[in-house]
């Protein structure tokens, strides 16, 4: 089993959209019994709270449900998970630095880090403060990236 905790800010826009998009991924390709997904924030404003209506008008519209409540990001999460994948550089700052050990530091990524083609560092854009445009924008990256986070947990797998 591979267990996969997607990490942004607030946990209502970016990581339950990557969550959606990997779940959808994961269930097409068969593996939904050997790998497990969640999603998480590092900040604590939207504790409990479904996912940003704009968000989950986005996911729908690409036939995606987000069904998800805001938790926070702890230290002692990274126990419970493998990788740990982080939507931008400052979420991957905030991860590093409550890493309990450092083999917890392994189990971090950028996103991006699995699309192809990717410039080294790229981020997911944090669409909060901007327009409609974002949450798609904030799709298609998900969607890029996942596909090649796919490929890498199958290699996981099949290591
Ligand atoms: P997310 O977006 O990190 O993609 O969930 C944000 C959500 C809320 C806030 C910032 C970013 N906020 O400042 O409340």
């Known amino acids: 089993m591979l267990r996969?905790?997607?990490?942004?800010?607030?946990?209502i826009c970016r990581s339950p959209t990557a969550e959606a998009v990997m779940r959808h991924l994961v269930r097409e390709a068969g593996l939904a019994d050997r790998v497990t997904l969640d999603?998480?924030?590092?900040?604590?404003?939207?504790l409990g709270e479904p996912p940003d209506r704009r968000a989950a008008a986005a996911a729908r519209r690409r036939g995606l449900e987000l069904d998800h409540r805001a938790q926070l990001f702890r230290g002692d999460?990274?126990?419970r998970f493998d990788?740990?994948?982080?939507?931008?550089?400052?979420n991957l700052s905030n991860l590093e630095a409550m890493a309990p050990t450092p083999a917890a530091r392994d189990k971090l990524r950028l996103l991006r880090s699995f699309e192809p083609g990717a410039a080294p560092g790229?981020?997911?854009?944090?669409?909060?403060?901007?327009g409609?445009?974002?949450f798609d924008e904030v799709l298609d990256i998900c969607e890029a990236a996942c596909r090649g986070l796919l490929d890498h947990l199958r290699g996981q797998l099949e290591a």
């Open 4 to 11: 996969v905790c997607f990490v942004c800010l607030g946990n």
């Open 39 to 46: 999603s998480a924030g590092t900040g604590d404003w939207h």
């Open 77 to 79: 999460d990274f126990a």
């Open 83 to 90: 990788l740990v994948v982080a939507m931008d550089g400052s």
């Open 122 to 130: 790229a981020e997911v854009p944090d669409p909060y403060y901007g």
């Open 132 to 134: 409609p445009g974002g």
